[in-house]
C-alpha cells in the first residue's frame, strides 16, 4: 500500500487566550468592542484572539506551524500589529500552496461584554481580508458559566477550525 501523502481536504483546530488588563481596546475581529469596565485583551500585536486562533487553524491545516512562527512576539516590528493584517499573510501562505477556504467555525469563551451584536461586523472585515463569503464563516460565542479564567473574567479565549480543500 503506498503512504497517503496529497488528500483534497484538509482540517486545521486553533486555540488562543489573551489576559484582560485595565487600559487597553478590545479588539475582537477587527472590532473595537468597547468592554463595559474598560478592560481589553493585553498582548504583543492587537491580541486579537479570534483572528489569532483561525491564523493558527489555516496554518496548522497544512502542517506550517503556528502564528508565533511568523510573526514571533520578541519581534518589534509586530508591536501592536493588526491581526487582520497578519491574516492576510497567512491566508497568502494558503493560497500560495494551491489551497482554499472551505469554511471556518470559531467560538469566543467570553464573559462580557455580549459578542452577538457585533458578529456581523467581524464576518464582514473576516470576509473582506480573506475574500470569502460570510456564509462561510461561523462566529459564536458562550460564557464559561463563571468557570476558570474565562469565567473569572481574567482573559477571552477562542477556538477556532477550519477546513481548506485543494484547489
Ligand atoms: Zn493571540
Known amino acids: ?25 478590545l479588539i475582537i475581529g477587527g472590532v473595537n468592542l468597547h468592554h463595559p469596565d474598560n478592560l481589553g485583551l493585553d498582548g504583543h500585536s492587537d ?10 487553524a489555516l496554518l496548522g491545516a497544512l502542517s506550517l506551524g503556528d502564528i508565533g512562527k511568523y510573526f514571533p ?12 493584517f497578519l491574516l492576510s499573510k497567512v491566508i497568502e501562505l494558503i493560497r500560495k500552496d494551491g489551497w482554499e477556504i472551505n469554511n471556518i467555525d470559531s467560538v469566543l ?6 459578542i452577538m451584536p457585533y458578529v456581523k461586523s467581524m464576518k464582514k472585515n473576516i470576509s473582506e481580508i480573506l475574500n470569502i463569503d460570510q456564509n462561510l464563516i461561523g462566529i459564536k460565542a458562550t460564557t464559561n458559566e ?22
Open 1 to 25: 500500500m503506498t503512504r497517503r501523502s496529497s488528500p483534497q481536504f484538509r482540517i486545521g483546530n486553533g486555540y488562543d487566550i489573551h489576559r484582560l488588563v485595565k487600559d487597553r481596546d
Open 47 to 56: 491580541a486579537d484572539v479570534l483572528i489569532h486562533s483561525i491564523m493558527d
Open 73 to 84: 512576539p520578541t519581534d518589534e516590528k509586530w508591536r501592536g500589529a493588526d491581526s487582520l
Open 109 to 114: 469563551v467570553v464573559e462580557k461584554p455580549k
Open 146 to 167: 463563571k468557570l476558570g479564567p474565562e469565567g473569572r473574567e481574567e482573559g477571552i479565549s477562542c477556538h477556532s477550525v477550519v477546513l481548506l480543500e485543494k484547489k
